[in-house]
């Protein structure tokens, strides 16, 4: 009887810990990786563009899990080391991004990750990705040649951005520099809520480099490209008619003056991860918005801003 007892209390402390890992908002985890720079002055930039968007990653509070390798540091070896790590430790639940900073090179084959010592291909990359259980994943391709690494990383439930169309665009890119201005900017949050997504610091950047091009009078020789609706045919102007973007717009890549989940009770913690629901089905609503009727879409939008209204009054108290 007693030994029935204890293991019905055992299973009471097990449910009751299922139920709270369940209420935690899911983790949010950052790579930046800064390769090869060739020479010295590339080697600086690259390093500073990646402490760049440490800082500002880390600017989503003590729930960001932000890693950053540069330099001697970011190897081959080290890169897969950590990917492998983190296979282990990520959720399902959890959101993974990947930003790579730097050269790459195309054969017309293989895409390769210029960094010291022997490169990275993406072929690679995506079996390491593959191995990593969050369901919402980002990869950010700022390097040369990066188009030619879509065919590879490209996945459901996977946003892959590159900096170029293709692999024979070899030139070294500026994308990156407006990446990291996109977290900084408050001009890159169109739709004033507080966060940037990942599809707003996608269509900033481009535009930046493409003005950017136009004001130096150069030739542009790097053309910004989004997929993340599983396909390697990637696009310039993701909308509701070529089925791209919807996973890059709920995809919240900055979030200022994240509260911590862990000082929260239960209930708090429960509420914020419906709030995280109710802005991400709004962030869904307003990309749909072109395809949608007019008044479906104001019906919908209004019923979505109530309640997230009552939720937020409810985390409040």
């Known amino acids: 009887m ?13 449910l009751l810990c299922l139920a709270l890992a369940a209420a935690l908002p899911a983790a949010n985890y950052y790579v930046t990786i800064a390769g090869l720079g060739g020479t010295p002055d590339y080697d600086a930039q690259f390093a500073k563009w990646a402490a760049d968007l440490d800082h500002e990653l880390k600017a989503n509070g003590p729930d960001a899990q932000v890693v950053t390798l540069s330099g001697n540091g970011a190897t081959r070896q080290k890169v897969q080391e950590l990917l492998s790590s983190m296979a282990t430790e990520i959720k399902p639940t959890d959101a993974f991004a990947l ?7 195309y054969d017309d084959s293989d895409y390769k990750f210029n960094l010291p010592g022997p490169d990275i291909t993406a072929g690679e990359l995506a079996t390491l990705l ?9 990869v950010v391709n700022m390097t040369s040649c990066s188009g030619g690494s879509l065919a590879a990383l490209a996945k459901k439930d996977r ?10 665009e070899k030139n070294a890119t500026v994308f990156a520099r407006y990446w990291v201005d996109a977290l900084k900017d408050p001009s890159a949050d169109t739709d004033k809520n507080g966060t940037v997504s990942a599809l707003e610091a996608f269509l900033y950047a481009q535009k930046k480099t493409a003005a950017y091009f136009e004001s130096e009078k150069l030739l542009a020789t790097e053309h910004a490209m989004i997929s993340d609706n ?8 993701p909308k509701p008619e070529n089925g791209n973007g919807m996973l890059a717009a709920a995809f919240p890549l900055l979030r200022p003056g994240s509260e911590s989940a862990a000082s929260l009770s239960p209930e708090k913690q429960k509420l914020l991860v419906k709030k995280e629901d109710l802005e991400a089905k709004i962030d869904r609503l307003k990309y749909q918005k072109a395809a949608m009727p007019e008044d479906e879409y104001k019906q919908q939008l209004t019923a979505l801003l109530l309640e997230l209204a009552r939720t937020q009054a409810e985390i409040d108290r």
Do not use: F, W
């Open 2 to 14: 007693a030994a029935a007892q204890e293991m019905g209390r055992r299973m009471k402390v097990v």
């Open 99 to 105: 930003l790579l900073i730097g050269h790459g090179t």
């Open 130 to 138: 593959n191995r990593i259980p969050a369901r919402r994943q980002l």
């Open 159 to 168: 946003i892959v951005i590159t900096a170029t169309k293709s692999g024979s």
């Open 230 to 237: 599983g396909s390697a045919n990637a696009v310039r102007d």
